[in-house]
């Protein structure tokens, strides 16, 4: 399951950018053809944020889906069947969308006046 090996580099990278700060939420947006099963990097995060400055965060996970550009129709589409633009049929080898995997944002705990 590779989806541990991400989660690790994603709160790796959080931590590091939020320098001390707690957070409450990570978006991730992962596309349909990177690979990466979502509920299964939802489960890996929170086995790999116990114990961490990220432990009781939620990851968000947007699912983006798959694009191409049509040659042929010169159409940007979202294949029906594999690569096949659904409007001709013809194999689409431009994808637009679909292979991201990209954390968009952390959402910080708001702090209670007493702790500031």
């Known amino acids: 399951m590779h989806e541990v090996s991400i989660a690790e580099a994603i709160a790796r990278t959080v931590v590091e950018a939020v ?3 707690s957070v409450e939420s990570v978006e991730v947006e992962v596309g349909a053809l990177s690979g990466v099963v979502g509920s299964a990097l939802e ?3 929170d086995v790999v944020t116990t114990d961490t400055p990220l432990a009781g965060s939620v990851l ?3 699912c983006v889906a798959t694009t191409v ?3 042929t129709c ?3 589409v979202t294949p029906d069947l594999g690569l096949l633009c659904p409007s001709c049929g ?3 080898a431009d994808v637009r969308s679909g292979r991201e995997l990209e954390i968009t ?3 910080l705990r708001e702090t209670a006046a007493s702790e500031a």
Request: include cysteine.
């Open 90 to 92: 013809e194999l689409c």
């Open 74 to 76: 010169d159409e940007v």
């Open 60 to 62: 968000v996970v947007v």
């Open 105 to 107: 944002s952390a959402r």
């Open 43 to 45: 489960f890996a995060w």
């Open 19 to 21: 320098d001390g700060q």
């Open 69 to 71: 550009h049509c040659v």
